[in-house]
């Protein structure tokens, strides 16, 4: 059975640091590919933060380009967002997000982590 955990959440002030980490476990951790970070504020849609294609291509919202930084550790089976100079707007639940490919037939197959709460005070 396929999991991802995050941890790492928590409240910080403005201008404060967190990193996020999600563990995978049942599958071959490189096989998770493209792996991401997305966000859900209260009364919005959930977005993508950042995302990582292939252990080191990297992508990232605007809103959090040059302050956020994803990376992943195959060893580990780990996947990270380290935030800096964090805002009061970043306060979301973050999800961690692993897409599986399973052939042409079945398709992609999507696994979510249950979500990590950030709360950022000004």
């Known amino acids: 059975q396929v999991q991802l955990v995050e941890s790492g959440g928590g409240l910080v002030q403005a201008g404060g640091s967190l990193r996020l980490s999600c563990v995978a476990s049942?599958?071959?951790?490189?096989?998770?590919?493209?792996m991401g970070w997305y966000r859900q504020a209260p009364g919005k849609q959930r977005e993508l933060v950042a995302g990582i294609t292939g252990g080191s291509a990297t992508n990232y919202a605007d809103s959090v380009n040059g302050r956020f930084t994803i990376s992943a550790d195959n060893a580990k089976n780990t996947m990270y967002l380290q935030m800096n100079n964090l805002k009061p707007e970043d306060t979301a639940i973050y999800y961690c997000?692993?897409?599986?490919?399973?052939?042409?037939?079945?398709?992609?197959?999507?696994?979510w982590g249950q979500g990590t709460q950030v709360t950022v005070s000004s």
């Open positions: 997000n692993g897409q599986l490919f399973q052939g042409a037939f079945w398709g992609i197959k999507n696994y």
């Open positions: 049942g599958i071959i951790f490189s096989n998770l590919n493209p």
